[in-house]
């Protein structure tokens, strides 16, 4: 099993910055693959940064440029820096380990954690 949590979200004015963060346990050695999702109220959920074990990284348009996903293997932490937000990026935001390299029963959701943007 892996189970992640996540933390550093907030209340920032627009143009301001936020870095979440998402410690994984479990079988950490397992993922090969890593995303941080957000959710806004009335959306469904959607992926905005994604990273591979390998470096691989890959963000949605919406962020590019502005949000910055990375990870520290050794503490099995993962980060999202989000500069320059907007009130747009207002969510709960989520991070989940989207792929393995070896078996897993469950790959578990997080709470997540709030954004709230103020304009």
């Known amino acids: 099993q892996v189970h992640v949590a996540e933390s550093g979200g907030g209340l920032v004015q627009a143009g301001g910055s936020l870095r979440l963060s998402c410690v994984a346990s479990?079988?950490?050695?397992?993922?090969?693959?890593m995303g941080w999702y957000r959710q806004a109220p009335g959306k469904e959920r959607e992926l905005v940064a994604g990273?591979?074990?390998?470096?691989?990284?890959s963000y949605a348009d919406s962020v590019q440029g502005r949000f910055t996903i990375s990870r520290d293997a050794v503490k099995n932490t993962f980060y999202l820096q989000m500069n320059n937000l907007k009130s747009e990026d207002t969510a709960v935001y989520y991070c989940?380990?989207?792929?393995?390299?070896?078996?897993?029963?469950?790959?578990?959701w997080g709470q997540g954690t709030q954004v709230t943007v103020s304009s």
């Open positions: 989940h380990a989207d792929d393995f390299v070896c078996p897993v029963s469950v790959s578990s």
């Open positions: 479990g079988d950490t050695v397992c993922i090969s693959a």
């Open positions: 990273i591979t074990s390998g470096g691989s990284i």
